[in-house]
């Protein structure tokens, strides 16, 4: 199970950390991604990391000012979010699985949290 949280309002130019704990003892063999939906829009993918955390792959539009991250000892993946643009705004969620970092950015996951809203000022 994964619980999203930290998302609120934060106005343009600025940073924000959400964050995404998961439940179980295995979170260490799963590969973890978040994604959003901005309103009237499919959701997309933002930002993947691999189960050991040494390989992160991001979205073009996020490269360079989002940063995915995770600690397996506490069960937590976050991503930190700078330089924070209207148009990031949208509801986050974050998702998990064993399969690879390919499938999981395509949106295959085996779990997904409930998501947190995010919501940028201009």
């Known amino acids: 199970q994964l619980q999203a949280s930290g998302g609120g309002l934060v106005q343009a130019g600025g940073s924000l950390k959400v964050s995404c704990a998961a439940s179980?003892?295995?979170?260490?063999?799963?590969?973890m991604g978040w994604f959003r939906q901005a309103p009237g829009k499919e959701r997309e993918f933002v930002a993947v990391?691999?189960?050991?955390?040494?390989?992160?792959n991001y979205a073009d539009s996020v490269k360079g000012r989002f940063t995915i991250s995770r600690d397996n000892a506490r069960n937590m993946v976050y991503l930190l979010m700078n330089s924070l643009r209207p148009e990031d705004t949208a509801i986050y969620y974050c998702?998990?699985?064993?399969?690879?970092?390919?499938?999981?950015?395509?949106?295959?996951?085996?779990?997904w949290g409930q998501g947190t809203l995010v919501t940028v000022s201009s």
């Open positions: 998702a998990g699985t064993t399969s690879s970092l390919v499938r999981l950015r395509a949106g295959s996951a085996d779990y």
């Open positions: 179980g003892r295995t979170f260490a063999d799963y590969a």
């Open positions: 990391i691999s189960a050991s955390g040494g390989i992160a």
